[in-house]
């Protein structure tokens, strides 16, 4: 049985084809209308989501699967103090696959090593987000063709964005791939993920100017400050609006550029972005339900080519 914790968990040739596997899905939906008869998925939520529990729960249901689940911990029996092994071990009784978010990282790594069922990190704290870098992975993939050789900026809160941790260490996978960091000193991206892409020799920059850089990007990933795991609210209220992504500012940018963001936004891209052609962050959200139909089949057994078996 396989769980999903980080998008290392999966080798960058099980990542092919299971974003095959995503494209042929895009294309040929009816095809993949009952995969899941009879299977049921869970999803845990032990913090607010709106893409990723809707996008998991529209993913199974589109493969003609049942969904069951809590999207508010204080709903659950958490909020009288029952552990994430508790829940889990309860859960498999009821259901074939899990999708767990939860706000203490580590929480989805802890439930799987109790589960009977897949567990798949919905996000954990700040630290992973492994099915939105899936998600990121299979956007730029099916639109720009590849996924090497890119100059990509990443813009915003870079602490705690776990997005963002996510996806620079899937990429790190690939070939020619350089980073430009853009956040506020206070929200620089951690000193151990510094460290691997020293440790790989991987390219990168870190500016807090976007319009010094925004020129020579291929790909912009914007992201919002994350409120939530602030400590202060004078602290998120200076920072709030350091970056935004307007017209005048996509002027500079390359005529192919691409424009990501996994979404809620606030105020970090201008809604008169949404209409230009490299706005790609609502195909994004597409994508993210081809992906995660791919990946529960996966999981499942019920797509046996994509995971290399034991
Ligand atoms: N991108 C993302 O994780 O969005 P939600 O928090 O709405 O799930």
Same mark, same amino acid.
Do not use: W
């Given at each position: 049985?396989r ?8 080798s960058?040739?099980e ?6 596997l995503a494209?042929d899905?895009?294309?040929n939906r009816e095809k993949?209308?009952h995969? #899941? ?7 845990c939520f032990y913090e607010?989501?709106t893409r990723t529990r809707l996008?998991?729960?529209?993913a199974?249901?589109n493969l003609g699967?049942?969904?069951l689940?809590f999207s508010?911990?204080s ?11 508790? @829940?889990?071990r309860v859960?498999s #009784?009821?259901?074939?696959i899990c999708a767990m ?8 790594m802890?439930?799987?090593?109790k ?6 990190n919905?996000?954990d704290?700040?630290h992973?987000?492994?099915t939105?870098?899936l @998600?990121?992975?299979l ?9 090497s050789?890119?100059t990509?900026g990443? #813009? ?7 997005t ?7 990429l790190?996978r690939?070939?020619g791939?350089k980073f430009i960091?853009i ?12 460290s691997?892409l020293n440790?790989?020799?991987?390219e990168?920059?870190?500016?807090t ?7 020579s990007l291929?790909?912009l990933y914007?992201t919002r400050?994350?409120?939530e795991?602030?400590f202060?609210e *004078?602290?998120y209220v200076r920072?709030k609006?350091?970056y935004i992504?307007?017209?005048e500012k996509m002027?500079?940018?390359?005529e192919?550029?691409?424009?990501l963001?996994p979404?809620?936004r606030?105020? *970090?891209?201008?809604v008169e ?13 597409q ?5 995660r139909m791919?990946l529960i089949?996966s999981l ?6 994509v995971? @290399?078996?034991?």
């Amino acid at each position: 049985m396989r769980h999903l914790m980080s998008p290392l968990d999966f080798s960058v040739d099980e990542l092919e084809r299971l974003f095959n596997l995503a494209n042929d899905i895009e294309k040929n939906r009816e095809k993949y209308a009952h995969a #899941c008869d009879g299977k049921t998925l869970a999803t845990c939520f032990y913090e607010p989501s709106t893409r990723t529990r809707l996008s998991f729960e529209a993913a199974m249901l589109n493969l003609g699967g049942n969904v069951l689940g809590f999207s508010d911990a204080s709903n659950s029996s958490a909020a009288k103090g029952e552990s994430v092994s508790d @829940t889990i071990r309860v859960i498999s #009784c009821y259901s074939d696959i899990c999708a767990m978010r939860h706000p203490k990282e580590g929480a989805p790594m802890v439930a799987a090593t109790k589960s009977l069922i897949p567990v798949i990190n919905a996000g954990d704290g700040g630290h992973q987000h492994p099915t939105q870098t899936l @998600t990121d992975l299979l956007t730029i993939r099916s639109l720009k063709g590849s996924l090497s050789n890119y100059t990509i900026g990443l #813009c915003g809160d870079l602490k705690f964005g776990r997005t963002v941790h996510s996806l620079i260490r899937a990429l790190l996978r690939y070939e020619g791939i350089k980073f430009i960091f853009i956040s506020p000193e206070e929200l620089r991206i951690p000193d151990y993920i510094i460290s691997e892409l020293n440790d790989k020799g991987v390219e990168y920059t870190e500016v807090t100017s976007l319009d010094e850089v925004i020129g020579s990007l291929d790909i912009l990933y914007m992201t919002r400050v994350q409120k939530e795991r602030f400590f202060n609210e *004078e602290d998120y209220v200076r920072l709030k609006d350091f970056y935004i992504l307007t017209k005048e500012k996509m002027s500079m940018a390359k005529e192919n550029m691409m424009v990501l963001h996994p979404l809620p936004r606030v105020n *970090e891209i201008s809604v008169e972005v949404d209409d230009d052609p490299r706005a790609a962050y609502f195909k994004q959200a597409q994508y993210g339900v081809y992906v995660r139909m791919a990946l529960i089949l996966s999981l499942l057994n019920l797509a046996p080519e994509v995971l @290399t078996q034991d």
